[in-house]
T-cell receptor, first 116, second 119 residues
């Protein structure tokens, strides 16, 4: 049981290049989230997926696209990377709500992305 | 929209002493949850403690406790008997609650407090 996994752990891109950050969870959770962490800014929500087949914008969605490939996987794509997208990216997956409400939001290990 | 404010970018404490990290938040909701997350140099986000807004009793987890003042919208974290392993960034976070927010697990984070432990 790996929890939430992210690939890659580190990446360096040149301005204008594209790449996809991968996230997978093996906990059978419905929802998945992408956050970015910048110095002095805390974590901010980019996009999320409440269930398979749905995605919604968060606080800072510009310059990103997402795909909820299946229940396990939620990818984040940068079509044309910019230096402002240099950040640490976290994928997270909460167990969800319902009869057995749980508060824990499981985070992946993060991806450090540098755009030069 | 909710906001979370951590006014102490950095704090330091002597090993074995007690330190309190501050957090205030702004919301018009009555049902919500508050969290403290720890982020060590490894970058992993670790849940330290949580508080349900409807509970008057302050949450406690071993050496970690909170002072939850709902009317003042304040949620501070007290770390007792500080240890070297407590050195990390600490984030305060907010999550909406209530039946209308079922399925909404979005977290709103503060900007963090870097805690240094002095041996």
């Amino acid at each position: 049981n790996a929890g939430v996994t992210q690939t890659p752990k580190f990446q360096v891109l040149k301005t204008g290049q594209s790449m996809t950050l991968q996230c997978a969870q093996d906990m059978n959770h419905n929802s998945m989230y992408w956050y970015r962490q910048d110095p002095g800014m805390g974590l901010r929500l980019i996009y999320y997926s409440a269930s398979e087949g749905t995605t919604d914008k968060g606080e800072v969605p510009n310059g990103y696209n997402v795909s909820r490939l299946n229940k396990r996987e939620f990818s984040l794509r940068l079509e044309s990377a910019a230096p402002s997208q240099t950040s640490v990216y976290f994928c997270a997956s909460p167990p969800g709500t319902g009869v057995t409400f749980s508060y824990e939001q499981y985070f992946g290990p993060g991806t450090r992305l540098t755009v030069t | 929209a909710q906001t979370v404010t951590q006014s102490q970018p950095e704090m330091s404490v002597q090993e074995a002493e007690t330190v309190t990290l501050s957090c205030t938040y702004d919301t018009s909701e009555s049902d919500y949850y508050l969290f403290w997350y720890k982020q060590p140099p490894s970058r992993q986000m670790i849940l330290v403690i949580r508080q349900e807004a409807y509970k008057q009793q302050n949450a406690t987890e071993n050496r970690f406790s909170v002072n939850f003042q709902k009317a003042a919208k304040s949620f501070s974290l007290k770390i007792s008997d500080s240890q070297l392993g407590d050195a990390a960034m600490y984030f305060c976070a907010y999550r909406s609650g209530g039946i209308s927010n079922f399925g909404n697990e979005k977290l709103t984070f503060g900007t963090g407090t870097r805690l240094t432990i002095i041996p």
